[in-house]
Structure formats: structure tokens, C-alpha cells
T-cell receptor, first 112, second 112 residues
Framework: GQQLNQSPQSMFIQEGEDVSMNCTSS?????WLWYKQDPGEGPVLLIA?????ELTSNGRLTAQFGITRKDSFLNISASIPSDVGIYFC????????????FGTGTRLKVLA | EAGVAQSPRYKIIEKRQSVAFWCNPI?????LYWYQQILGQGPKLLIQ????????DSQLPKDRFSAERLKGVDSTLKIQPAKLEDSAVYLC??????????FGPGTRLTVT
């Protein structure tokens, strides 16, 4: 079946550093969603992308829809301790449907 | 605006017992999803409703799992009988437009 691979799997960074993570698919996607999940909570939607090449920001977060439509990137600038959590990408599993599949997640830990 | 509500938050049962989870989506959201999230993995779609009709249930283990959405609003997910491998967080999400999904806090199920 289709898979979304996220990289890196986990990362430790110092507070104030910038963070980059990516998500790749074996097939073309028309939509990319980025979520953050805190322990014991459901995922929270951060950014939604709908067009190849699109660059969208939400505060310190910036996400890009890759030109090939098989990847997406999330950047966090000037990280703070509350950025700790697991970041998931998600997209529709088959073009033309809305059955979303989720990536494997990137676990972020920020060292104060 | 109230978010997606789920109950209970935690449930511990013995294998072969039955369990039910409840979800109340965001008001006006026609699409409702149930996901299973096993520890260390991303959410996996179990079933998707559009109003009170099933859009996709291809990954729902129908021999033991069932779900319904009466009157196109609340939904229940049932497991009968439960197995050890059903231990997971069960997430409910809703969407206005089948693109951006908003998640509830989840129900953590432990099967012993």
C-alpha cells in the first residue's frame, strides 16, 4: 500500500535553533496536511497545502508542497520548548479520494 | 467553537470483552472519521462517514469492529470481542470539506 515516509524519525535540538523535516510519498499527492501531536492528545492541524510549489506559513512554521507533488517540507524557526511533540504529515492515499494516510512521524525534542 | 468530543478518555478491558467509544464532531461537519493509532505509529483510518453514510471502511476489521453514525451527527465505534492487539488510541476526527480534519483527544484502550 501507499506509504508516507518522514525524516528524520527523531531529533534533539537546542532552543532557538531552526528545524527542518520532510515527508515523501511513493505517489503523487494533491493535498498535504501537517499535524502536531502532544502526548495524550489528538493531532492538531498546523498547515494545509493544496498546490504544488505552495509555501504557507503559520507563525514560526512554514510548510512547502514539493514541486514533484511527492514530497512536502516543514520548517520551524527559532524553536521553543513547547515545540516538543510528534509532527505528522498526511495526504490522500489515492488521487481523487479523501482517504488520508499519515506518515510515520518526526519526534522533536527541544533542549532548553 | 467547540472541538471534537470523545468519551471515554481511557478504557481498560479484558480480552474478549466488548467496548464502545463515542464521538461528537464539530457542529456542521458532514464528514467523520475513526482512526486507530498504535503506539509509535501514525493514525490509521478505520472508517469514514459522509453524513450518515459510509464512504470508506476498507481497513475496518469487520468481524469485530462496527461503527454507526445516526442522524449524521454523533458516532459510536464498537469492538466485540476485543483482542490484545486492539490496544491503541482511537481517534475521531471531523471535517467540513473532506480536506482539513480536526481531531478529538482520543480514547486510550488497553486490552489485558
Amino acid at each position: 500500500g501507499q506509504q508516507l515516509n518522514q525524516s528524520p524519525q527523531s531529533m534533539f535540538i537546542q532552543e532557538g535553533e531552526d528545524v527542518s523535516m520532510n515527508c515523501t510519498s511513493s505517489s503523487i499527492f494533491n493535498t498535504w496536511l501537517w499535524y502536531k501531536q502532544d502526548p495524550g492528545e489528538g493531532p492538531v492541524l498546523l498547515i494545509a497545502l493544496y498546490k504544488a510549489g505552495e509555501l504557507t506559513s503559520n507563525g514560526r512554521l512554514t510548510a512547502q508542497f514539493g514541486i514533484t507533488r511527492k514530497d512536502s517540507f516543514l520548517n520551524i524557526s527559532a524553536s521553543i520548548p513547547s515545540d516538543v511533540g510528534i509532527y505528522f504529515c498526511a495526504g490522500p492515499g489515492t488521487s481523487g479520494t479523501y482517504k488520508y494516510i499519515f506518515g510515520t512521524g518526526t519526534r522533536l525534542k527541544v533542549l532548553a | 467553537e467547540a472541538g471534537v468530543a470523545q468519551s471515554p478518555r481511557y478504557k481498560i478491558i479484558e480480552k474478549r470483552q466488548s467496548v464502545a467509544f463515542w464521538c461528537n464532531p464539530i457542529s456542521g461537519h458532514a464528514t467523520l472519521y475513526w482512526y486507530q493509532q498504535i503506539l509509535g505509529q501514525g493514525p490509521k483510518l478505520l472508517i469514514q462517514f459522509q453524513n450518515n453514510g459510509v464512504v470508506d471502511d476498507s481497513q475496518l476489521p469487520k468481524d469485530r469492529f462496527s461503527a454507526e453514525r445516526l442522524k449524521g451527527v454523533d458516532s459510536t465505534l464498537k469492538i466485540q470481542p476485543a483482542k490484545l492487539e486492539d490496544s491503541a488510541v482511537y481517534l475521531c476526527a471531523s471535517s467540513l470539506d473532506a480536506y482539513e480534519q480536526y481531531f478529538g483527544p482520543g480514547t486510550r484502550l488497553t486490552v489485558t
